[in-house]
């Protein structure tokens, strides 16, 4: 069967007998083969998803595919590239450039330049405007977030509401507004009138002041932001910077857009956060307005949390100055002084007390540690001192006094489900006729009491007992020592010998240490012997957590 019967096309034949096929055309350099049909080669081109213009060594326009055609409509055959309606492109060409990036129609475009046989040249050209969209978007969100991650850290910097606020006026500027004013409430005693804090381009720092009432109800949607209702991005009327030139920057003329938000909070709203732009820049767009939204929620949650710990602190304040030890009254014959250091020394208030109350024949003392730390320590320890108050009126024998304490304490509401206690030294003070001192102390589970005698000698007071109001039936003990003129008695609690600390590893300050420092120390007055100890006691912590310490030290003077 020949060539022809089998459908193939003839052709010279080879010296082994077999057919020799015409083979594609192939450009010279290039493997890849190019079809014979200038039909198929212009679909080919067509087909292809960004625009082909090719220009002939004059620099006009040769072919121009479907897609150049959709995105260059000013481009046909034979038009001078150079002097073309495409502003970008016809610049590269001039200033022989292989590539631009150009705006037209509303598109985006970039193209670049290739080399062909013959001095022709061809651009290739794509539509950006997606990828480029996609870009900004990615931007834009990558620097709101930079934003708030860095409002949240500012924000969150300080519990101080004054700076807090601040921070919500700094913030803002200039990357969402021009000028940024936060309408608030000061916390009471303060009047009821508004306040308002400003920051703007060029200022040197925020300004506050107070505006009236007339003046936040000229501004819609002001009085309805304060009340936590949200309202649209508004012009700047003429009447209302009138009503607010004394909120705006000096020469800083009408507002262009102005967009007021709540500053929404648990309790209510925190307040209201202008901000205005000036006209020569663009309006707030949405993603804008939803992260100035965003802001305000954050500042208002920062005011509140600062308002709140504000009132808090105001609250220790007054726990604190109600729970301090009190300055010692002076008692005829007797020589006193004081130690105390609280644990919690942000609060200044902690489980350890002592007080001392005068009575005919001397003075009647008290010394304790109330079991915890903190605040529910102090209000048992307010508890503790008042009932002393009370009950002193009525009993000062120190043993039958201290079982009253504990009926007291166990008889009080909640009692059992608290399970505090408290562990105590009571004392009477009775002047000799030779110038010393009787002392009878009752012991209620609290560390002995020391005796300095003038000579140097350290003695402990033999006291004990159970803690008082843990148990109904609590023991407790008495024991009677007389204090010679030179002796001194040194009632503390355990936050001296438990103190942790030292030069090399953390080990207790413990009872040997205190009596040969209370040694070393015999013969000199009250307040020198205590200052001395506070003194031994902080350099063994050296800045080490302890507990609670309070010391009460009695001489005859």
């Known amino acids: 069967m020949t060539a022809a019967h089998r459908g193939g096309v003839a052709g010279p034949v080879s010296g082994g007998g077999h057919a020799r096929r015409k083979r594609p055309r192939r450009v010279a350099g290039v493997g890849a083969a190019l079809p014979g049909d200038d039909q198929l080669a212009r679909e080919l081109l067509d087909g292809l998803a960004e625009a082909v213009v ?34 970008g492109l016809a610049e590269a060409t001039r200033d022989g450039a292989d590539s631009f990036e150009t705006e037209h129609h509303g598109r985006r475009l970039r193209g670049v330049r290739r080399g062909l046989a013959g001095e022709r040249r061809a651009w290739y050209v794509r539509d950006v405007t997606e990828e480029r969209a996609r870009t900004d978007a990615l931007l834009t969100e990558r620097s709101r977030t930079a ?52 920051y703007a381009t060029g200022d040197p720092g925020p300004v506050t002041g107070v505006a009236g009432w007339r003046t936040v109800e000229s501004v819609p949607g002001l009085v309805e ?15 209302e910077l009138a009503d607010l030139a004394e909120v705006l920057p000096a020469g800083f003329g009408r507002p262009g857009t102005v967009l007021i938000s709540p500053m929404p909070s648990a309790g209510g709203p925190a307040g209201a956060l202008v901000l205005a732009r000036r006209p020569e820049r663009p309006g707030f767009d949405q993603r804008e307005i939803s992260l100035a939204r965003e802001f305000a929620a954050r500042a208002g949650a920062a005011v509140a949390a600062a308002e709140l710990y504000g009132e808090q602190a105001h609250l220790a304040r007054v726990l604190q100055n109600s729970l301090l030890p009190p300055e010692l009254p002076r008692l005829a014959g007797t020589s006193l002084a004081g130690g105390y250091r609280a644990a919690g020394d942000s609060l200044r208030i902690g489980g350890d007390f002592y007080d001392l109350f005068p009575t005919p024949g001397g003075g009647l003392f008290a010394l304790g540690d109330v079991c915890g730390k903190g605040v529910g320590a102090a209000v048992l320890t307010g508890r503790v001192r008042q009932s002393l108050q009370t009950l002193r009126l009525v009993e000062q024998r120190p043993r039958e006094l201290m079982e009253l304490l504990n009926r007291a ?32 102390v009752a012991g209620g589970g609290h560390p002995a009491p020391l005796v300095v005698r003038a000579g140097g000698g350290i003695e402990a007071v033999p006291v004990g007992g159970m803690p008082v109001g843990a148990l109904t039936d609590a023991r407790f003990v008495e024991a009677e020592i007389r204090l010679a003129p030179g002796d001194l008695l040194l009632a503390y609690t355990d936050g001296v010998t438990e103190a942790r600390g030292g030069p090399t590893e953390l080990a207790m300050f413990g009872e040997a240490r205190l009596r040969q420092a209370l040694a070393s120390g015999a013969g000199l007055p009250p307040a020198a012997l205590v200052d001395r100890v506070l003194q031994l006691v902080d350099e063994w912590l050296d800045g080490q957590p302890h507990d609670d310490i309070a010391m009460l030290a009695v001489a005859a003077a």
């Open 147 to 198: 934003f708030l991650a860095q409002a949240g850290s500012r924000l969150g910097l300080s519990l101080h509401r004054d700076q807090t606020l601040r921070a919500a006026v700094d913030l803002p500027v200039p990357y969402l507004a021009d000028v940024a004013v936060v309408v608030h409430r000061p916390p009471p005693p303060a009047e009821d009138e508004p306040h308002w804090i400003r």
């Open 54 to 87: 090719t220009v002939d060594a004059a620099g006009e326009v040769t072919l121009v595919n479907a897609m150049a055609a959709e995105l260059l409509p000013e481009l046909t055959p034979g038009v001078d590239l150079a002097g073309c309606a495409v502003p």
């Open 409 to 440: 304490l166990l008889d009080a509401p909640g009692a059992a489900r608290r399970a505090q206690f408290t562990t105590l030294l009571l004392g009477t003070l009775t002047r000799e006729p030779d110038g010393g001192l009787l002392v009878r």
């Open 225 to 239: 932001a304060l009340e936590g209702d949200l309202t649209e991005p508004s012009p700047w009327l003429d009447a």
